[in-house]
């Protein structure tokens, strides 16, 4: 951490773009997310979305724009940007043949994180969440929502600064939804965490939410869900995305 | 990130490798049949044909059995060097691969922790084939059991690195069991695993040289001189430069700004 020059911006997004060979992705995609705030990052399948994660975590390089997460470039201070960051992917990265209290140990090392220090305050949120007596219970064993919920407790552990959450929702009943969603609305407000929340539900997105609309790898619109509602003359986020996408959306 | 954090990732993923071999039960099986099936049924049919003329590191005439044990020791880290690639295709297929990559750890660390992992796994299986070859009357000196430990782990890596070369090459797991069989086979039988490479030379002088050259062969070869208390410096040097050159590789191909985004269309 910085300590007292920590900057406002937990992401910073400027001018960032991306190309697959003979496609461009990412064209110019520029926003930021302030530290506390959940920004959703809504966009059809096929915007960009999941690139725009993988460019932010240093799975692919970023050749054209800036990524800084808390003020540091991505590109050249990949590590100390990486520790401040907690991902929630697209695709379940839970390892099925472990148990629940063998992931959480395995993620840990991986942070550079000693499980012991961190023992009480797992079992604390392992009852939250009420798997606690599923602890060495097999990961295969939970359902998809407690999956997905472990993910996220589990992206949480070493107290990131910036949490980015691609999709997370998706396959799940509405009451794991809600529940997921809560728990991360949570954390962006006690714990003064920047979420970046990318999905293509639009139900998801409140009033006072931040929004990126990104639409075929560019970004439509940006700013509070209330203001782009009002911009767009539209009464609901639904009406609001097929006036800016010009297509149908569900 | 202190020296003590950097030993617990490796930890971290050591018993993560670990406690996924042991609760699948098929792979930690079918991993020791397939050696056992050579050396009690292919072993024993063939013994009367590939008589073994007396070579280093052998002091005596020796049968068939033993000739081979060696050669089916480094069978079984090439095998665990691919599984392990396979399960880092599957890895990333499933997305716990990326879970590897966001670590704050240097990736080449990563990496490395990674393949010593894999290569630990193999090298217990081999330990565990060893002692099934001794009740079958395969018993180099007690010595060599200890001495065999570093070329089966330097082998061992050598041929996870060309697997996680490998791995960061292939973009769907379909695409797996193609480049198994352009591997896997030809590097086994174009090598001294089975029988001697004079035998060889008597058939075809360039398939001699293709296999001599061949980096399983040096494995082999390393393994098998151990084994008996003997080194072969050209079978470690050979391991050796292997190693480095498939590890370079595996980085290359791990490197964010390059072989990574070969696969982003399964992003």
Known sequence: MNGADAPAAALELEGVGFDYPGRRVLDEVSFSVSV?????????????????????????????GQI?????????????????????????TLDLDLTVRQNLRYYCALQGLVYGDLR???????????????????????????????ELLRAMLHRPRLLLADEPTVGLDIHSRQAI???????CTQDGVGVLWATHLVDEVRLEDQVVVIHRGRVLAQGRAAQILADTGSATVHDAFTALTGGPHR | MSPRRYLGCLLGILAREGLRFLHQRERFFGALVRPLVWLFIFAAGFR???GVSIIPPYETYI????????????????????????SMVYDREMGSMRLLMVSPFPRWYLLLCKLIAGSLVSVTQVYLFLAIAWFWDVRPPPLGYLLVLPALLLSGLMLGALGLFLSSVIRQLENFAGVMNFVIFPMFFASSALYPLWRI????????????????????????????????????????????????????????????????HSA
């Open chain 1, 36 to 64: 506390g705030v959940f920004c959703v990052l809504l966009g059809a399948n096929g915007a960009g979305k999941t690139t725009l994660f993988s460019l932010i975590t240093r799975l692919f390089l970023c050749r054209s």
């Open chain 1, 181 to 187: 969603i809560q728990q991360v609305r949570d954390s």
């Open chain 1, 120 to 150: 009480v305050r797992i079992d604390e949120a392992l009852g939250r969440l009420g798997l606690l007596e599923r602890a060495d219970d097999m990961a295969r064993q939970l359902s998809g929502g407690q999956r997905r919920r472990l």
């Open chain 2, 201 to 264: 030379r008597d058939s075809s002088v360039a398939l001699y040289e293709i296999c001599r050259f061949n980096p399983f062969t040096w494995a082999v070869e390393l393994i098998r001189f151990s084994l008996y208390a003997q080194m072969n410096w050209i079978a470690l040097a050979g391991v050796g430069a292997a190693l480095a050159l498939f590890i370079a590789a595996a980085l290359y191909g791990y490197d964010p700004g390059r072989g990574m985004a070969r696969y982003k």
């Open chain 2, 48 to 50: 009367s044909i590939l």
């Open chain 2, 63 to 86: 049968l068939y059995e033993e000739y081979i044990v060696p050669g089916l020791a480094a069978m079984i880290l090439l095998f665990g060097g691919m599984q392990s690639s396979l």
């Open chain 1, 68 to 92: 800084r997460i808390l003020g540091r470039d991505v590109r050249h201070d990949a590590q100390r940007s990486l520790s401040q960051l907690g991902v929630v992917f697209q695709q379940p």
